[in-house]
């Protein structure tokens, strides 16, 4: 038996909206392609009676994507994999859940639909909180 034939869900289905809207289209870089590794992360679930089952995804705010598994895994630079992020957040596909800290505490995302009023004035614009953790040596301030 072939490892492939041996996993569940291999299949991603993204509408045809998303794929043929300007803010889709507008994404470059590594973007596009977080999204599909973030899209990779659900969990899908069937719903629903006998003859009426549909999926649905039972983790879509509890996804996690670490820096460490985009450098091993997919060979990702940390300031590419940011930038990708950013980017992501910025224009609607995923929110952050919890951000993460020190003591590699994990940033959980969550996908979005702002994406779909994207370019409007409903739009809610979002933007990664940097983290104000003051790292290292710093001189103190001097005072008047």
Not at 100 to 105: H, T
């Amino acid at each position: 038996m072939n490892y492939l034939s041996r996993r569940k869900n291999r299949v991603i289905v993204l509408d045809q909206n998303l794929l043929k809207s300007k803010v889709w289209l507008s994404l470059n870089g590594i973007s596009k392609g977080l999204y599909l590794l973030f899209m990779c992360r659900r969990k899908m679930t069937k719903v629903g009676k006998r003859g009426h089952k549909r999926n649905v995804c039972t983790n879509s705010k509890e996804l996690q994507f670490t820096y460490r598994e985009a450098k091993n895994k997919y060979g990702i630079t940390n300031s590419r994999f940011s930038r990708g992020i950013d980017s992501l957040i910025e224009k609607g596909f995923i929110d952050i859940i919890k951000q993460g800290a020190l003591l590699q505490e994990v940033t959980l995302y969550g996908l979005s639909d702002r994406w779909e009023k994207y370019d409007t004035l409903e739009f809610e614009k979002k933007k990664r909180k940097k983290c104000d953790i003051t790292r290292g040596f710093i001189k103190p301030k001097k005072q008047k």
